[in-house]
T-cell receptor, first 112, second 113 residues
């Protein structure tokens, strides 16, 4: 399977703390994206980082990419209860259609 | 309008039934996707439509039959499903097949009895 691995599988923190989740993948990529999913519903696109980028920021989100290690991390700073969700990384391979291959996901619980 | 809508939200069907899932977007996107997601698992790509033509079929069983009647609408016809087909079915769209960001609908939760 081309599926990426994410760790931790589950993460429980208090409001105000930072949350870090990691993604490892197996093949060359064109870009890596992070999505959020609330309670088994639709996914929401959070951020995209291209293979020639090393770090990207969007609001409270910071994403890093290390193509030599085939890994990425998502940092959510100053977490809120509303950040409680599952987070998936998704990779797109070079060329052609953007077939997204999703990682196994991290379930984040932020307690008030 | 940046929304992908899916109907129905929930569907229960028997193994001999025929039913259809519907997905709609009015963002002018020319690529549309069907994903299947089992509980506590990541979404898995089923089909990709590009400019209303089926471009990718990820070896999906023929009891799932996709259809793209026009650029805004995507259907998934279901027939003779098995209980293991019970899952959340997600539709997504992107501006073009090579465009990176995909916009997802809320999904249809399907239960096959």
């Amino acid at each position: 399977s081309q599926q990426g691995e994410e760790d931790p599988q589950a993460l429980s923190i208090q409001e105000g703390e930072n949350a870090t989740m990691n993604c490892s993948y197996k093949t060359s990529i064109n870009n890596l994206q992070w999505y959020r999913q609330n309670s088994g519903r639709g996914l929401v696109h959070l951020i995209l980082i291209r293979s020639n980028e090393r770090e990207k920021h969007s609001g409270r989100l910071r994403v890093t990419l290390d193509t030599s290690k085939k890994s990425s991390s998502l940092l959510i700073t100053a977490s809120r209860a509303a950040d409680t969700a599952s987070y998936f990384c998704a990779t797109a391979q070079p060329g052609g259609f953007q077939k997204l291959v999703f990682g196994t996901g991290t379930r984040l619980l932020v307690s008030p | 309008d940046t929304e992908v809508t899916q109907t129905p939200k929930h569907l229960v069907m028997g193994m001999t039934n025929k039913k259809s899932l519907k997905c709609e977007q009015h963002m002018g996107h020319r690529a549309m996707y069907w994903y299947k997601q089992k509980a506590k698992k990541p979404p898995e790509l089923m089909f990709v439509y590009s400019y209303e033509k089926l471009s990718i079929n990820e070896s999906v069983p023929s009891r799932f039959s996709p259809e793209c009647p026009n650029s805004s609408l995507l259907n998934l016809h279901l027939h003779a499903l098995q209980p293991e087909d019970s899952a959340l079915y997600l539709c997504a769209s992107s501006q073009a097949p090579t465009q990176e960001t995909q916009y997802f609908g809320p999904g249809t939760r399907l239960l096959v009895l």
